[in-house]
């Protein structure tokens, strides 16, 4: 027998008395208790706010991503202990290959955003507005991490990916976190974080975890903390409106449990492969996890002439789907993740029972393998068949958290999306066609009341995540039932922990805040010139100003003979009648390339290579007798860390390229972007 632990205020304790008992889902054997009695979970979240948050807030992005990459690292050397773990949840081999490598996996996607961000603290959000007359006076908008406690509080179906996908993006945004997982699977979260804290990659107080009860964690919260959660929508609901949240407007993102749906569209008929991959995803949505997923499809709408075909096709497949001990040969679905939500899972489908008949499965009569199903926590997969879908609504309000579907039918494609829609809001829906214009069509009509829309065809169909596989990089959440959050989604997700604050005043001040070079700030002469300098030694808002070159017609004609531009603008100044151009005009490929000639300092030095363009505008035609001057400006700097120890030490220089003719005009814009050495390293 274990006693779970709860790591808090940098020690592991054991909580007082017994919470809750913790048992074995395949063969019902007790396994431990768990308890968070006699924790003072106001000390805890101070502890994360002045411990944790202190030490993450002064790392930058780059720091923090290569944190996460360094820990996703840990964990994948440590996972075989997870699975052996993972299966007295009842999951099988492919179920915890879902959480545990699925959560790591989350770990590595944050890690890479780094990229995405400064070498800073802080994010520099958009670009300037200007808000004077002769830009003496701007404005611009930063994002700090918030100086409070991420707080998730976790459903009991995936304590390793609940809890890794929520802590890769607070960890990444600088914000601590305690996690509380659902006491009836949070025995295999606790050996995660077991690993976590003896590694020592996280700073101390960036990571708590509760595994008892939550009690009173939720009335300790401030405004300056995050609170997620993760489960059914009523007790979501009753979290949320707790007044302590609304009184104090505290941030808190609920993904609720919803009715998602899956369409089959009307071409996609029996033979197609189409068809045959509606019915596989379909099961397989059914039966993965045990159907103990947020995502899991729990509508399967199909259009009325194909009814009896996948009800058949799908209760053929189920009929193969063996159920019982993972451990036993052959066995693809295990257990419900206790009795409780056996209990659960039976009630609701006896109230679905009311309105819909059952066409496959039986409460009562299956079959186990490899385990006493009177013991452990097996639930026999469950298809309803629903003849009027509009009238008879049960299937639309009720969820069953289970192996449990409900198969009806749809006219015409306004119908189903109607139908998908009476979810009153999912996490994620599906259309499987062969038709691109089914496809648009559904898309378009549901997107509203859904986080997630899977476009399913033979052409995606070997690399498709499937239906009910969040991605990292993409928003997971949906609107109305269920709650209206975002969890992930790229930067987007990382953004969540951020406070936007927008910042005024003069470029060059602007500038040092954002270190990033405003329009309109100080522009003080390198010495020596940039390609002289290291990337340690390079300042922002350093300029070189160039020599300068007078366009000739036999410039525009040599670059039009190297480039093999001809374009009529270039090369005939009959042809110019009716366009903007008042004669040839130089190409702006040589405008820039004549700038590059222009600020280049060529001797060996510590720039490496020029990899990049961005932003390139031709803002002034150039025309023969026009005196081109480039003002070649440091605009920002992100570090990067070496790959190996043979790798070079080098950072990345963004420099804003301004080229101007004789009038001072700008005539050009862009920003190239170079890998300079750092200092350590000799050329």
């Known amino acids: 027998m274990i006693q779970v632990q709860n790591y808090i205020l940098g020690k592991w304790v054991t909580g007082e008395g017994v919470e809750t008992n913790l048992f074995n889902a395949i063969s019902g054997d007790q396994i431990g208790t768990a308890s968070s009695a006699g924790i003072?979970?106001?000390?805890v979240?101070?502890?994360?706010?002045?411990?944790?948050?202190?030490?993450?807030?002064?790392?930058?992005?780059?720091?923090?991503?290569?944190?996460?990459?360094?820990?996703?690292?840990?964990?994948?050397?440590?996972?075989?202990?997870?699975?052996?773990?993972?299966?007295?949840?009842?999951?099988?081999?492919?179920?915890?290959?879902?959480?545990?490598?699925?959560?790591?996996?989350?770990?590595?996607?944050?890690?890479?955003?780094?990229?995405?961000?400064p070498d800073l603290p802080y994010y520099v959000d958009g670009v300037a507005a200007p808000l004077s007359k002769n830009g003496s006076f701007i404005g611009h908008h930063i994002m700090v991490p918030k100086e409070g406690v991420a707080i998730h509080i976790n459903a009991f179906n995936f304590p390793v990916w609940g809890m890794l996908e929520k802590i890769a993006v607070n960890l990444m945004a600088g914000v601590p976190a305690v996690v509380k997982p659902s006491s009836a699977t949070g025995f295999l979260t606790e050996v995660v974080v077991k690993d976590i804290i003896s590694s020592g990659i996280l700073p101390e107080g960036s990571l708590q975890l509760?595994?008892?009860?939550?009690?009173?964690?939720?009335?300790?919260?401030?405004?300056?903390?995050?609170?997620?959660?993760?489960?059914?929508?009523?007790?979501?609901?009753?979290?949320?409106?707790?007044?302590?949240?609304?009184?104090?407007?505290?941030?808190?993102?609920?993904?609720a449990d919803s009715l998602n749906a899956t369409v089959l569209g009307?071409?996609?008929?029996?033979?197609?492969?189409?068809?045959?991959?509606?019915?596989?995803?379909?099961?397989?949505?059914?039966?993965?996890?045990?159907?103990?997923?947020?995502?899991?499809?729990?509508?399967?709408?199909?259009?009325?002439?194909?009814?009896?075909?996948v009800q058949n096709a799908i209760a053929a497949r189920l009929a193969t789907v063996k159920m019982g001990d993972p451990a036993h040969e052959g066995v693809r679905m295990g257990a419900l993740a206790s009795m409780d939500q056996v209990k659960a899972v039976r009630q609701s489908v006896a109230e679905l029972s009311k309105s819909q008949n059952i066409v496959f499965g039986d409460?009562?009569?299956?079959?186990?393998?490899?385990?006493?199903?009177?013991?452990?926590?097996?639930?026999?997969?469950?298809?309803?068949?629903?003849?009027?879908?509009?009238?008879?609504?049960a299937c639309h309000e009720i969820e069953a958290f289970g192996p449990v579907a409900t198969i009806m039918p749809y006219k015409t494609m306004d119908d189903a999306i109607h139908l998908a829609k009476m979810g009153k809001g999912s996490l994620v829906s599906s259309i499987v066609t062969p038709c691109d214009q089914e496809a648009v069509e559904y898309v378009v009509g549901a997107a509203s009341m859904h986080g997630r829309i899977l476009v399913l065809n033979e052409a995606c169909a070997k690399e498709s995540t499937g239906h009910g596989s969040p991605m990292p990089l993409l928003t997971h959440g949906g609107p109305g039932?269920?709650?209206?959050?975002?969890?992930?989604?790229?930067?987007?997700g990382v953004l969540h922990y951020l406070q936007r604050t927008a910042i005024q005043g003069h470029p060059t001040t602007i500038t040092l805040i954002t270190q990033q070079f405003q329009v309109g700030a100080e522009m003080p002469e390198a010495n020596p010139h940039v390609f002289r300098q290291h990337f340690e030694e390079l300042m922002v808002g350093d300029t070189v100003y160039t020599h300068k070159h007078t366009v000739s017609e036999a410039d525009i004609t040599n670059f039009a003979n190297v480039s093999g531009d001809n374009f009529y603008a270039h090369m005939d100044a009959t042809s110019l009648e009716d366009t903007i151009f008042e004669q040839r005009v130089a190409h702006g490929y040589f405008v820039l390339s004549k700038a590059a000639g222009l600020f280049v300092d060529p001797k060996k030095g510590p720039v490496m290579l020029n990899y990049g363009l961005d932003e390139a505008r031709f803002i002034k035609p150039v025309y023969p007798g026009a005196t081109l001057g480039v003002r070649f400006t440091v605009k920002e700097k992100i570090d990067q860390e070496k790959k190996s120890d043979d790798d070079i030490a080098k950072g990345i220089v963004k420099f804003l390229v301004d080229v101007y003719d004789e009038t001072g005009e700008t005539v050009a814009l862009a920003t190239i972007l170079t890998m300079v050495r750092k200092i350590d390293q000799s050329f």
């Open 40 to 43: 003072d979970f106001k000390e």
């Open 363 to 393: 409460l009562d009569e299956y079959e186990v393998h490899g385990a006493d199903k009177n013991k452990g926590a097996f639930f026999s997969p469950i298809l309803f068949r629903n003849e009027n879908p509009f009238e008879a609504t």
């Open 481 to 492: 039932r269920a709650g209206g959050g975002e969890e992930m989604g790229g930067k987007r």
């Open 210 to 255: 509760v595994t008892g009860s939550a009690r009173e964690l939720i009335h300790s919260v401030t405004s300056s903390d995050i609170v997620t959660f993760t489960g059914s929508a009523s007790t979501g609901l009753k979290l949320k409106s707790s007044p302590i949240i609304t009184q104090n407007n505290v941030p808190f993102n609920l993904e």
């Open 45 to 117: 979240l101070n502890y994360g706010r002045e411990i944790g948050g202190l030490k993450l807030r002064k790392m930058t992005f780059q720091e923090r991503g290569r944190m996460l990459k360094a820990l996703a690292l840990h964990l994948m050397e440590k996972k075989e202990k997870y699975y052996e773990v993972s299966a007295w949840t009842g999951a099988t081999r492919v179920d915890s290959w879902i959480d545990i490598e699925g959560g790591i996996g989350n770990l590595f996607a944050n890690a890479s955003l780094r990229k995405q961000f």
């Open 266 to 309: 009307q071409k996609a008929v029996p033979g197609t492969v189409e068809f045959d991959l509606f019915v596989k995803e379909t099961v397989k949505e059914m039966t993965v996890k045990a159907g103990q997923k947020c995502t899991a499809v729990r509508r399967v709408i199909v259009p009325e002439n194909l009814l009896d075909e």
